[in-house]
C-alpha cells in the first residue's frame, strides 16, 4: 500500500499570500489529521476531517482552513500568511481510531 | 490546556550508552503514543500504551506508562548511530480524538 502522499513538498510564499497544501491519505483511511511543527511550538494540531465533515479543530486562528473530498484526499488552506506561518505542515491519516501513519510533510517559508 | 513536557530536549551520547527520555503532564491520558521523526519525514509511531503501569519492549527499547496515566518513559539500551532521530511522545485525551504531542527530545547518537 503507498503511504501518505503530501504535495508540494516544499513552498515558498510572501506575507500577505494564500497557500493550499494536498494529503491523499492511505487507501481505504477515511480520517484526515493536519498538524503544525515548528521548532518553538513543536506539532500542533490544525483539525481532523472524516467523511468529509470536520471533526475536530486545533487552537487556530478562522486564516486556516481545510476539506475533504469524496475520495478522502484532504487539502489545507492558509490565507494572508504571516512570518509564523512558516512551519513543516503534517497529515496523517487513519481508518477510524486506530494508529495514524503520517506523510512527509510540505515545508512552507513565509518571506 | 494539556501539556506534554519532555526531557531531555537533547541528548547527545556515545554509541552503546543508554539512556532513558521523559514525558510528563499535570493531566490523565487514555494512551500515550511515542513516535520518531527523522529529517525530512513525518513522525513514524514507535508503540502505543493504554494500561497504567504497562512496561512495553520493542527490541532494545522499552515504554513504560506511569500508574496514574499521567507520565511515560522511554529507555534505550546500547544506542546505536540509527537510533539517532526527534523523539516525540503524544497523548489521548479521554474525551477526544485529539492527540496532544510532546515537546520532544532530540537524541543524537555519535558512532
Known amino acids: 500500500k503507498a503511504g501518505v502522499t503530501q504535495t508540494p513538498r516544499y513552498l515558498i510564499k510572501t506575507r500577505g499570500q494564500q497557500v493550499t497544501l494536498s494529503c491523499s491519505p492511505i487507501?481505504?483511511?477515511?480520517?484526515v489529521s493536519w498538524y503544525q511543527q515548528t521548532p518553538g511550538q513543536g506539532l500542533q494540531f490544525l483539525f481532523e476531517?472524516?467523511?468529509?465533515?470536520?471533526?475536530n479543530k486545533g487552537n487556530f486562528p478562522g486564516r486556516f482552513s481545510g476539506r475533504q473530498f469524496s475520495n478522502s484526499r484532504s487539502e489545507m488552506n492558509v490565507s494572508t500568511l504571516e512570518l509564523g506561518d512558516s512551519a513543516l505542515y503534517l497529515c496523517?491519516?487513519?481508518?477510524?481510531?486506530?494508529?495514524?501513519?503520517f506523510g512527509p510533510g510540505t515545508r512552507l517559508l513565509v518571506l | 490546556t494539556q501539556l506534554l513536557e519532555q526531557s531531555p530536549q537533547f541528548l547527545s551520547i556515545q554509541e552503546g550508552e543508554n539512556l532513558t527520555v521523559y514525558c510528563n503532564s499535570s493531566?490523565?491520558?487514555?494512551?500515550l503514543q511515542w513516535y520518531r521523526q527523522e529529517p525530512g519525514e513525518g513522525p513514524v509511531l514507535l508503540v502505543t500504551?493504554?494500561?497504567?503501569?504497562e512496561v512495553k519492549k520493542l527490541k532494545r527499547l522499552t515504554f513504560q506508562f506511569g500508574d496514574a496515566r499521567k507520565d511515560s518513559s522511554l529507555h534505550i539500551t546500547a544506542a546505536q548511530p540509527g537510533d539517532t532521530g526527534l523523539y516525540l511522545c503524544?497523548?489521548?485525551?479521554?474525551?477526544?480524538?485529539?492527540?496532544?504531542f510532546g515537546t520532544g527530545t532530540r537524541l543524537q547518537v555519535f558512532p
Open positions: 496523517a491519516s487513519r481508518t477510524g481510531t486506530e494508529t495514524q501513519y
Open positions: 487507501s481505504g483511511h477515511r480520517s
Open positions: 476531517y472524516f467523511s468529509e465533515t470536520q471533526r
Open positions: 493531566s490523565v491520558f487514555s494512551s
Open positions: 500504551v493504554v494500561t497504567g503501569g
Open positions: 503524544a497523548g489521548g485525551p479521554y474525551n477526544t480524538d485529539k492527540l496532544i
